[in-house]
């Protein structure tokens, strides 16, 4: 059973950092990639940055291009997403999903259906 921990959220104002963290246990591929999502009431879940888990590779939506960054510690089965120059439309529930269907041989994909398996979420909210 896959199991996901996200913690790391919290009240920022603008312009400040955080740093996000997803601990994984029970994935038993290496073929599978990593995301964080995040979603507001009302909206659908975004997609924001994806790893490949096995290659490194990542993407990101365009939104959040040059501010965060995703990377991960295999040693720790761990994931992160480092949040830089935040901005108040970045307030969200963040996510962080495993997925199969992710994984690409060059990279990743961060469509919700391509998802299976996700945490509980962690809030940040950024001040203006």
């Known amino acids: 059973q896959v199991h996901l921990v996200e913690s790391g959220g919290g009240l920022v104002q603008a312009g400040g950092s955080l740093r996000l963290s997803c601990t994984a246990s029970?994935?038993?591929?290496?073929?599978?990639?990593m995301g964080w999502f995040r979603q507001v009431p009302g909206k659908e879940r975004e997609g924001v940055s994806c790893?490949?888990?096995?290659?490194?590779?990542?993407g990101y939506v365009d939104s959040v291009k040059g501010r965060f960054t995703i990377s991960r510690d295999n040693a720790k089965n761990t994931l992160y997403l480092q949040m830089n120059s935040l901005k108040p439309e970045d307030t969200a529930l963040y996510y962080c999903?495993?997925?199969?269907?992710?994984?690409?041989?060059?990279?990743?994909?961060?469509?919700?259906?391509?998802?299976?398996?996700w945490g509980q979420g962690t809030q940040v909210t950024v001040s203006s």
């Open positions: 029970g994935m038993t591929y290496d073929d599978y990639a």
């Open positions: 999903a495993a997925g199969r269907r992710a994984w690409y041989p060059g990279g990743c994909g961060f469509l919700k259906p391509q998802y299976d398996y």
């Open positions: 790893i490949n888990w096995s290659r490194g590779t990542t």
